[in-house]
């Protein structure tokens, strides 16, 4: 298969930037979890619209219940004590709404304390910002949310078979590096199935730290015993994905999911669409 930029095997070509990997055997190929193989944000809003529906019965209609608490939650976060680690580790406000063990250690220990408190604290508040004071109807909305938001983890589609397609015999070595909450990844990694397509999976609860920190990347490559010059990473976030793994020494390959890169953004190495498109790019790479 080759190169998706139409160019000779031994380069890709992308934004007017050239990839050369000529001699430079690829040996492991890194992943993102959320919004890279796994649907992550449009589902988090459409379970956040569902959960918000009971919301009608006092004349809250769903959507502005879920704006009202998206700024509750994001406020109450930043504002926390616990900020620093959650910004650290890539917990989000919204995570911080459904988990309960985010991780091991001291700090971790610190938000898991606070976050029914958070959460009380966000769902009243929202509500409350809508002139409705109903503690009884915020416990039940917050429970609501975590039960819908947990019910369903779905992969994007080609997932498992581009996984399947890279692993075993003389294939490159697969790893999954995530940041979020212990408990969320871990149980969206086992129950859509994949954790047994890769050879390392990482996740920043468990660590303490997360991507951007070339920490993580350097972990992955290490535990996989290859060297970061033979190594990809794969991912949807400029800013984590991206700048973190760039900063590592892997090359990058960002799925763009159709948006422009911004002005003044770290540049990634190789830009492709979605997620088939990766897996054609990095088949380019296996077969030069």
Not at 100 to 123: F, I, K, N, Q, V
Not at 236 to 264: K, M, Q
Request: hydrophobic content about 40%; overall charge negative.
């Amino acid at each position: 298969m080759g190169c998706p930029c139409g160019q000779p095997t031994g380069s890709f070509v992308l934004l007017g930037l050239r990839v050369s990997h000529q001699g430079r055997p690829l040996k492991a190929v890194l992943f993102d979890l959320d919004d890279t193989l796994l649907q992550d944000q449009p589902w988090v809003e459409e379970a956040m619209l569902l959960a918000c529906e009971p919301a009608g019965s006092v004349g809250v209609a769903p959507a502005m219940l879920s704006r009202a608490i998206r700024e509750q939650a994001r406020s109450l976060w930043g504002a926390s004590s616990t900020y620093p680690y959650c910004s650290r580790v890539g917990i989000s406000s919204w995570e911080g709404l459904v988990s309960d063990t985010p991780g091991p250690g001291t700090e971790a220990g610190a938000l898991a304390a606070w976050l029914p408190e958070y959460r009380r604290l966000a769902w009243e508040g929202a509500l409350a910002s809508l002139d409705v004071d109903d503690t009884v109807m915020a416990r039940s909305l917050s429970e609501r949310y975590r039960r819908i938001r947990r019910s369903r983890y779905r992969l994007l589609d080609g997932a498992v078979p581009i996984l399947d397609g890279l692993r075993g015999g003389p294939g490159p070595r697969l790893g999954l590096v995530t940041n979020g909450p212990s408990d969320l990844q871990h149980e969206k990694i086992d129950s859509t199935g994949i954790r047994d397509r890769f050879q390392i999976v990482l996740v920043s609860g468990d660590l303490g730290t997360g991507k951007p920190d070339p920490a993580i990347f350097d972990r992955a490559v290490a535990t996989l015993g290859v060297w970061s010059g033979s190594a990809i990473m794969v991912g949807d976030s400029l800013d984590r994905d991206i700048a973190g793994a760039r900063a590592a020494g892997l090359t990058t390959l960002w799925i763009s999911h159709g948006a422009r890169l911004p002005a003044g953004a770290i540049v990634p190495d190789l830009v492709v669409s979605d997620l088939p498109a990766a897996a054609e790019a990095i088949h380019g790479w296996l077969a030069a």
